[in-house]
């Protein structure tokens, strides 16, 4: 099987650093530009199975604020980002809520948590919100 | 009337002020207080739910509100006094701060030194003058931003974004996630004004297209937007006639740069840096007023967090030393300035080191992108330090520590400038 050369954008942090990935037979035999090892881990990955961090907002009921912002705890499938962005549409909580209390505790089945990126507290009481 | 003491006071409570605020605790003051006009700490961060603050500061890659939540839970234990919900309308030499609030009234506070920490905000459609009609539906990107994450409403379904800053690939991802198309982002400059991380993340991973040297010539609608027309543009940014093209939309967000907020240093009569559109400052963030000290965008517009928490931090230390007279005035310092190749530099202006710091660190922009570059530091007309840059660009700051053994050497400029290198 011929060799493909994958060029390959970093997001592991905002350097943006650009390399290739060079996969023969479904494997990465080489790899060019990322200058440490997350960069790498993040290409190698990125070529055979992409995945992303979701961040969105789920709604908050008897809480200062209407949304409460959630985050998942690993990546998740890039293909499937979309997919847990309409389940947390559904999700309703009640205030108060601490920060890092987990919002799902597996979504879709992938395994992955969603935690409370920050506290929301009954509506009327000062901070948290 | 009886008029509150603080050692220090910092106007703004988003990620500049607390820094700065628990800076000046560390540094030996006693009573801190922060001014903030919102209902809660936290600033823009708490409107900023996406992830990737703290990799510098915290070694963990946090969400905008668990950024400022870390820093909420220390100025708490760190006995720093809040009041929210309070707008300072002026401060007066000798460190008068005047400020209202709906419970507390109009008020002044006495300060031993301020911060100044009101942050930025947004260039809005006037600032960037788009012809057209004024319909419904044109947002800020962080107007839309607070709308989407805070509020839960979804300013438009068919959605184009001019400029690409990086709050505008932001809201792209946003927007799309909820639900919404969003056609195009529209750049007119010959490169992307954001982070790499987020063209890919944000653009590529949605096939949003980005369109450089491309601008809106006209809005269209009467009530509500109904579509822009978009045309390319010259070197000289002059539309270019026969690429104009139309695209129908119900909302267009704008991101096109970011205004530091600084009526208030302006109307004291503080020294500003035209290009920065903040004070200009020496290394310890003082500014051309002593006892006024100014961190984070509010000074200039800074990419990541981590920087504004790093640079107030220095600004509440310098505060506190000034407020217990162990950090001099504003005199007998020497002039920085930006050369060739070098759009800002922050710190405009070195006074004299107070013996205990090894460095000090600049902030620089560069008016264009090169790769490789080499950013040199010239003492009058000698070269004394340079370093290789990989990549530079516009919208990425550099920063640099510098020794003070270098910068101190009797010179009477010093000059940054930035040059192409060899490969
Ligand atoms: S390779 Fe490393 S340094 Fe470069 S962008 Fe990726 S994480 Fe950052």
């Known amino acids: ?128 919100l | 009337m009886h008029e509150p003491y603080y050692d220090v006071v910092t106007i703004g409570g988003g990620p500049a002020g607390m820094a700065a605020a628990l800076g000046a605790r560390e540094a030996g003051a006693d009573k801190v207080l922060i001014l903030e006009r919102d209902r809660e700490l936290g600033g823009i961060l708490q409107q900023c739910i996406h992830n990737g603050f703290g990799l510098r500061r915290f070694q963990a890659e946090l969400t905008g509100p668990g950024y400022a939540h870390r820093y909420i839970e220390m100025v ?58 004024r319909p419904a539906g044109v947002f800020t990107a962080g107007a839309a931003q607070r709308m989407v994450n805070m509020e839960g409403y979804l300013p438009g379904h068919d959605v184009v974004i001019i400029g690409s800053g990086d709050i505008g690939l932001i809201m792209a991802r946003r927007m799309t996630l909820e639900g919404a198309r969003v056609r195009a982002v529209f750049e007119i400059m010959p490169y992307s004004n954001g982070l790499t991380r987020n063209i890919v993340q944000c653009l590529n991973d949605f096939s949003i297209p980005l369109y450089l040297s491309h601008s809106v010539v006209a809005v ?10 978009v045309a390319q543009v010259d070197s000289h940014f002059a539309p270019v006639p026969g690429t104009e093209f139309e695209l129908p939309c119900d909302c267009v967000l704008l991101s096109v740069g970011l205004i530091p907020e600084n009526e208030l240093t302006r109307s004291a009569g503080i020294h500003m840096d035209s290009v920065t559109g903040g004070a200009v400052v020496d290394q310890f963030r ?57 759009r800002t530099v922050v710190p405009q202006r070195l006074v004299p080191p107070t013996g205990d710091e090894k460095s000090v660190r600049f902030y620089f922009r560069a008016t264009q992108p090169l790769q490789p570059a080499i950013l040199a530091l010239h003492a009058d007309d000698n070269v004394v330090w340079q370093r290789r840059l990989r990549v530079v660009k516009p919208s990425e700051m550099v920063v640099a520590d510098i020794q003070v053994a270098t910068l101190f050497q009797g010179a009477e400029n010093l000059t940054f400038t930035i040059s192409p290198a060899t490969e």
């Open chain 1, 1 to 128: 099987m011929a060799s493909e050369i994958h060029p390959i954008l970093c997001i592991g942090c905002p350097s943006g650093c650009g390399g290739e990935v060079v996969v023969e037979d479904g494997k990465v035999t080489e790899m060019r530009g990322f200058t440490c090892d997350k960069g790498k881990a993040y290409a190698a990955e990125e070529v055979v199975a992409p995945r992303r961090m979701v961040t969105t907002t789920v709604r908050v009921r008897g809480g200062g604020l209407p949304l409460l912002p959630v985050v998942s705890e690993q990546p998740v499938p890039k293909d499937r980002v979309l997919d847990c962005v309409s389940q947390l549409r559904a999700v309703e909580l009640t205030a108060p809520i601490a920060a890092g209390d987990v919002v799902v505790p597996d979504l879709l089945g992938l395994g992955i948590r969603f935690v409370a990126s920050r506290s929301i507290g009954a509506a009327g009481e000062g901070y948290p």
């Open chain 2, 76 to 133: 708490e234990k760190a006995g720093i006094d809040v009041w929210l919900d309070t707008t300072v309308l002026a401060t007066a030499p000798g460190g008068a701060v005047s400020c209202v609030s709906p419970t507390g009234g109009p008020q002044t506070v006495r300060a031993g030194a301020v911060v100044y920490a009101m942050g930025c905000r947004e260039r809005t459609r006037g600032a960037i003058r788009i012809p057209g009609s």
């Open chain 2, 220 to 229: 269209h609608g009467h009530d509500r937007v109904t579509g822009v027309t």
């Open chain 2, 286 to 342: 003082q500014t051309s007023a002593q006892g006024f000290f100014a961190a984070g965008n509010v000074l200039h517009v800074h990419d990541l967090v981590d920087w504004v928490s790093r640079e107030a931090e220095t600004a509440g230390q310098s505060a506190a030393r000034f407020a217990h007279g162990a950090l001099g005035g504003t005199g007998g310092a020497l002039a920085v300035s930006a050369g060739a190749g070098v």
